[in-house]
């Protein structure tokens, strides 16, 4: 990766974000996902940084950004989440498809988020885990374990 300048700085300053549905509900069809990938892009240049890589899942979203040093990383977690949900819930045709598994005024992230800065592994690494989201056998496993039945 080459170095990033400003006027006055010269920085790398990567993060590996995911964000996951509220109570990790498969609201997030192949088309959700792509207007996610895509907004989120659209929103960290406005901040002047760069998505590097972005996938989706059926519950959640992998994002590996660029961030110059003037942006908290919390303020783009942040806007992000609140965006990005907001976009959603103003499309129709999402909210249809979201309705079938979140009810009523249902926020459509949940609180909590992971963040994790990048300079432990390589970014090859981390491309390729965000890349494989949506691959079979990447696949989230939905089974009952009977733990929690009413008797």
């Avoid at 997030?28 to 901040?47: M, Q, T």
Wanted: glycine share 4%; hydrophobic share 35%.
């Amino acid at each position: 990766m080459d170095y990033n300048k400003k006027k006055h700085a010269v920085f790398l300053l990567t993060y590996h974000i995911v964000f996951v549905t509220k109570y990790r509900k498969p609201v997030i069809s192949d088309e959700i996902g792509d207007f996610l990938k895509n907004h989120a892009e659209y929103l960290v240049c406005r901040f002047g940084g760069e998505v590097l890589s972005a996938e989706t899942d059926r519950d959640h979203i992998h994002l590996l950004v660029s961030l110059p040093p003037d942006i908290a990383p919390v303020t783009m977690v942040t806007t992000l989440k609140t965006h990005l949900s907001r976009q959603v819930h103003e499309n129709e045709a999402f909210m249809q498809y979201v309705r079938k598994y979140q009810f009523g005024k249902c926020p459509f992230w949940s609180e909590s988020y992971f963040i994790a800065t990048t300079g432990t592994t390589s970014m090859e690494k981390v491309k390729a885990y965000i890349e494989s989201q949506r691959t079979e056998e990447h696949k989230r496993k939905y089974v009952k374990s009977g733990k929690y039945k009413k008797h």
